[in-house]
């Protein structure tokens, strides 16, 4: 439905922005003036301990100013309740007293027959709620029982029977005065083609109800009750009601613990739903049984920003997860992605949390995995690497899934991330291949170390070098943010100079670089020192006599994991470190060159430079200082594992 700017007009003049955001945050006392219209609190869209979430009662408008967050009272509803924008008009029109328009009469008569349609699934729940209560519903019970599930949990989701019988709904229904063509439009009965009777689509199951956004029952999933009954879980088919791709089980009821928790739960099935749900993890649902559509992956979106798809740990569950990879893939977005966890063989929601509680459960989803990890373990589990045509084939398959995602900015970080990624694997392989193929149980850092080291020549840059390198290796994004800088770097070393250009040769020509190719053109001393920074930035140089190289002893704090922002800021840091080097060596060259002759022009160069130095000098201990700061915070909040510095040079 689409409405015109003055309904909207009308609705926010009435409602106040500030009224509306109160029920999700608490006001700054210091920094709010209601009486200026200006309220300040901490933002409900990222966590954050001082308040930069901004309303404007006078603009109608709210602003974050740490996420970017902003919009009206609209957009609010919609981004913290998950309501769609008609929705959410709804709901504050009616708060406002703002009568809505009337719907065009087409309209009118398609939501006259939905309500009708959703009348007669509300009947048929009825029907089946009593039969389950009834003599014919005793096996259904004591399958329930069986299950563990109890009555609040069986009134809840209003479980019901239906009997094993051609007709039994359907002569309920006619006694209601239902007609058949609306049972039957409503997915209750089956008409065959051959011109027999219709019949009941659900017999001898245990039925759940499926419900809508506004808790309307608007179709049904049945189980099986019969020892050869096939299939075993059926669903009600597509109707006006019901699109099987567009909804999610549970959702009504999930909405709001997902908003409240920042975390939404996916499982395949809905009893696995509806077990966890009674052992108190509200903020979960289900897909039911259907490979994940874009619309459902939109909705979730709605309901938390990285979703926990939880998928049996089986062939068929691995399965199922890499059909989702490829549905989430195009419609990927800035912060929004999804996580995965693989339960243990055997193993679905239901059982898990059973045997082991809501403890067990979390212990388990713990280990989820995020999709970047998912993604990259499908391909490579499958890969043969051995030629450089199979290593090709892989680079391409990336390619190719990556070039799906619509969103320019998630499609370059996951092209950068995945090439860097490429280029430590094939690095790996392109020396086991030279060195005669790793031997079982080898050091996979044996005879690196110390072998690049002697071709490095140690200067008082090296640490500096090597840590900005390294960087750039673990966090593409540092090196593609800053990459004239990083280009242009004053470095020392040949060899670091070599490992710098290939990395930007990967940047420069994302789309179309070749991994296999750049490192087969390599020489054998600038393999050797890829490689070792391939070993010290992955983490896989844990060996005392390796310690040098770690990128985490040379910058102790990654090790708490700090904030993107304060890696990036560092990063910076140690660019203007290098920089500021350089220039001193330059100003020492052009003093050593004035110890023979000095003119007019060299004497304003000396000062000039004598001048930009200082002012570098007192940037960096600036920069340096506010560093440590932060850094001392980022200990205190998640032990560093005592690091005592910004970085070691």
Same mark, same amino acid.
């Given at each position: 439905?689409?409405?015109?700017?003055?309904?909207?007009?009308?609705?926010?003049?009435?409602?106040?922005?500030?009224?509306?955001?109160?029920?999700?945050?608490?006001?700054?006392?210091?920094?709010?003036?209601?009486?200026?219209?200006?309220?300040?609190?901490?933002?409900?869209?990222?966590?954050?301990?001082?308040?930069?979430?901004?309303?404007?009662?006078?603009?109608?408008?709210?602003?974050?100013?740490?996420?970017?967050?902003?919009?009206?009272?609209?957009?609010?509803?919609?981004?913290?309740?998950?309501?769609?924008?008609?929705?959410?008009?709804?709901?504050?029109?009616?708060?406002?007293?703002?009568?809505?328009?009337?719907?065009?009469?087409?309209?009118?008569?398609?939501?006259?027959?939905?309500?009708?349609?959703?009348?007669?699934?509300?009947?048929?729940?009825?029907?089946?709620?009593?039969?389950?209560?009834?003599?014919?519903?005793?096996?259904?019970?004591?399958?329930?029982?069986?299950?563990?599930?109890?009555?609040?949990?069986?009134?809840?989701?209003?479980?019901?029977?239906?009997?094993?019988?051609?007709?039994?709904?359907?002569?309920?229904?006619?006694?209601?005065?239902?007609?058949?063509?609306?049972?039957?439009?409503?997915?209750?009965?089956?008409?065959?083609?051959?011109?027999?009777?219709?019949?009941?689509?659900?017999?001898?199951?245990?039925?759940?109800?499926?419900?809508?956004?506004?808790?309307?029952?608007?179709?049904?999933?049945?189980?099986?009750?019969?020892?050869?009954?096939?299939?075993?879980?059926?669903?009600?088919?597509?109707?006006?009601?019901?699109?099987?791709?567009?909804?999610?089980?549970?959702?009504?009821?999930?909405?709001?613990?997902?908003?409240?928790?920042?975390?939404?739960?996916?499982?395949?099935?809905?009893?696995?739903?509806?077990?966890?749900?009674?052992?108190?993890?509200?903020?979960?649902? &289900?897909?039911?049984?259907?490979?994940?559509?874009?619309?459902?992956?939109?909705?979730?979106?709605?309901?938390?920003?990285?979703?926990?798809?939880?998928?049996?740990?089986?062939?068929?569950?691995?399965?199922?997860?890499?059909? &989702?990879?490829?549905?989430?893939?195009?419609?990927?977005?800035?912060?929004?992605?999804?996580?995965?966890?693989?339960?243990?063989?055997?193993?679905?929601?239901?059982?898990?949390?059973?045997?082991?509680?809501?403890?067990?459960?979390?212990?388990?989803?713990?280990?989820?995995?995020?999709?970047?990890?998912?993604?990259?373990?499908?391909?490579?589990?499958?890969?043969?690497?051995?030629?450089?045509?199979?290593? &090709?084939?892989?680079?391409?398959?990336?390619?190719?899934?990556?070039?799906?995602?619509?969103?320019?900015?998630?499609?370059?970080?996951?092209?950068?991330?995945?090439?860097?990624?490429?280029?430590?694997?094939?690095?790996?392989?392109?020396?086991?291949?030279?060195?005669?193929?790793?031997?079982?149980?080898?050091?996979?850092?044996?005879?690196?170390?110390?072998? &690049?080291?002697?071709?490095?020549?140690?200067?008082?840059?090296?640490?500096?070098?090597?840590?900005?390198?390294?960087?750039?290796?673990?966090?593409?994004?540092?090196?593609?943010?800053?990459?004239?800088?990083?280009?242009?770097?004053?470095?020392?070393?040949?060899?670091?100079?070599?490992?710098?250009?290939?990395?930007?040769?990967?940047?420069?020509?994302?789309?179309?670089?070749?991994?296999?190719?750049?490192?087969?053109?390599?020489?054998?001393?600038?393999?050797?020192?890829?490689?070792?920074?391939?070993?010290?930035?992955?983490?896989?140089?844990?060996?005392?006599?390796?310690?040098?190289?770690?990128?985490?002893?040379?910058?102790?704090?990654?090790?708490?994991?700090?904030?993107?922002?304060?890696?990036?800021?560092?990063?910076?840091?140690?660019?203007?470190?290098?920089?500021?080097?350089?220039?001193?060596?330059?100003?020492?060259?052009?003093?050593?060159?004035?110890?023979?002759?000095?003119?007019?022009?060299?004497?304003?160069?000396?000062?000039?430079?004598?001048?930009?130095?200082?002012?570098?000098?007192?940037?960096?201990?600036?920069?340096?200082?506010?560093?440590?700061?932060?850094?001392?915070?980022?200990?205190?909040?998640?032990?560093?594992?005592?690091?005592?510095?910004?970085?070691?040079?």
């Amino acid at each position: 439905m689409r409405f015109e700017p003055r309904l909207l007009d009308e609705i926010r003049a009435r409602l106040p922005l500030s009224e509306i955001v109160a029920r999700r945050v608490t006001w700054d006392r210091r920094k709010t003036q209601p009486g200026k219209g200006d309220y300040w609190a901490c933002c409900p869209f990222h966590q954050e301990k001082s308040p930069s979430f901004h309303v404007d009662d006078r603009r109608n408008r709210y602003k974050c100013f740490g996420c970017g967050a902003s919009g009206d009272h609209f957009k609010f509803i919609t981004e913290t309740e998950g309501l769609s924008f008609p929705e959410a008009v709804e709901r504050l029109a009616d708060q406002a007293g703002v009568a809505l328009p009337a719907p065009d009469p087409q309209a009118a008569r398609r939501e006259q027959k939905r309500a009708s349609l959703a009348d007669i699934c509300e009947m048929a729940a009825q029907f089946f709620e009593a039969q389950f209560a009834g003599p014919r519903g005793e096996g259904a019970r004591a399958y329930v029982q069986k299950r563990g599930l109890t009555p609040e949990t069986l009134r809840e989701f209003r479980f019901g029977f239906a009997p094993d019988s051609r007709d039994a709904l359907k002569s309920h229904l006619k006694g209601r005065g239902v007609e058949e063509p609306a049972m039957i439009e409503a997915g209750l009965l089956i008409k065959p083609d051959d011109a027999r009777p219709s019949y009941d689509r659900f017999r001898g199951r245990l039925m759940i109800p499926i419900q809508d956004d506004r808790g309307r029952v608007v179709a049904f999933g049945g189980r099986t009750m019969l020892p050869d009954g096939q299939p075993k879980y059926l669903n009600s088919p597509e109707t006006p009601l019901f699109h099987k791709g567009a909804m999610l089980f549970n959702a009504h009821r999930a909405r709001e613990p997902a908003f409240k928790s920042g975390q939404a739960l996916v499982v395949e099935g809905y009893m696995d739903a509806i077990a966890l749900y009674q052992a108190g993890i509200l903020h979960v649902v &289900a897909s039911l049984g259907t490979a994940f559509t874009e619309d459902q992956i939109l909705r979730l979106w709605r309901f938390a920003p990285e979703p926990m798809v939880c998928f049996d740990g089986d062939a068929a569950g691995i399965s199922a997860a890499h059909r &989702a990879i490829d549905r989430i893939f195009p419609v990927l977005k800035s912060g929004y992605s999804f996580q995965f966890n693989f339960l243990p063989d055997g193993m679905d929601p239901d059982d898990l949390v059973k045997q082991r509680g809501v403890e067990g459960f979390w212990a388990e989803a713990e280990k989820s995995r995020n999709l970047f990890d998912v993604v990259w373990d499908r391909e490579i589990s499958v890969a043969r690497l051995d030629t450089p045509e199979r290593k &090709a084939a892989l680079e391409k398959r990336f390619d190719d899934l990556i070039g799906t995602i619509r969103d320019d900015r998630v499609k370059r970080r996951y092209q950068l991330d995945l090439k860097f990624k490429l280029s430590n694997l094939f690095f790996e392989l392109s020396r086991n291949d030279r060195k005669g193929g790793k031997k079982p149980g080898a050091d996979p850092s044996a005879n690196v170390i110390g072998l &690049a080291r002697e071709r490095v020549a140690v200067s008082d840059d090296f640490g500096i070098e090597r840590l900005v390198l390294g960087l750039c290796m673990r966090f593409p994004d540092l090196l593609d943010r800053n990459f004239e800088r990083v280009s242009g770097l004053p470095l020392v070393n040949e060899l670091h100079i070599g490992v710098r250009d290939a990395l930007c040769r990967i940047v420069d020509d994302l789309e179309t670089a070749a991994i296999s190719d750049l490192i087969a053109s390599f020489d054998d001393p600038l393999r050797d020192v890829m490689h070792e920074m391939v070993l010290e930035t992955i983490g896989l140089q844990e060996q005392k006599q390796a310690e040098f190289y770690a990128l985490n002893h040379r910058f102790p704090l990654l090790k708490a994991n700090p904030p993107e922002d304060f890696v990036g800021a560092a990063f910076l840091h140690f660019l203007d470190v290098l920089e500021l080097n350089a220039l001193e060596e330059e100003l020492q060259s052009e003093l050593n060159a004035a110890d023979d002759q000095i003119d007019e022009l060299a004497w304003q160069r000396i000062q000039a430079l004598t001048q930009d130095l200082t002012r570098r000098r007192e940037e960096c201990a600036r920069e340096e200082g506010e560093l440590a700061e932060r850094a001392k915070k980022i200990r205190s909040n998640g032990d560093a594992g005592g690091a005592s510095q910004v970085a070691a040079g």
